[in-house]
Nanobody, 119 residues
Framework: QVQLVESGGGLAHPGGSLRLSCAASGNIFRIYAMAWYRQAPGKQRELVARITSDGNTNYAGSVKGRFTISRDNAKNTVYLQMNSLKPEDTAVYFC?????????????WGQGTQVTVSS
């Protein structure tokens, strides 16, 4: 089994910054893609950013140029640096990690962390 622990959410003012972290632990042989999703009240969960095992990244258009996804393979951790935050970035943010371990491959979700952008 694999566990994901997220941290770093909270309250930020418009124009401010936050950094999210998601650390994976447990029966891990290899980690493939790592990603961040978010879900605002009354809306569907959407992909924010994704990073492959090779370090290739892609972003939702609404965050491109403001958010940066990165990973530390030695720590099995993915980060999301969020700058120039806007009120519309308010949502619960979830990490999603594609893991090979225990003889099978599966995608795991973090518990979610609240990000609120408000003046």
């Amino acid at each position: 089994q694999v566990q994901l622990v997220e941290s770093g959410g909270g309250l930020a003012h418009p124009g401010g910054s936050l950094r999210l972290s998601c650390a994976a632990s447990g029966n891990i042989f290899r980690i493939y893609a790592m990603a961040w999703y978010r879900q605002a009240p009354g809306k569907q969960r959407e992909l924010v950013a994704r990073i492959t095992s090779d370090g290739n990244t892609n972003y939702a258009g609404s965050v491109k140029g403001r958010f940066t996804i990165s990973r530390d393979n030695a720590k099995n951790t993915v980060y999301l640096q969020m700058n120039s935050l806007k009120p519309e970035d308010t949502a619960v943010y979830f990490c999603n990690i594609d893991v090979q371990g225990g003889g099978y491959r599966a995608a795991y979700w973090g518990q979610g962390t609240q990000v609120t952008v408000s003046s």
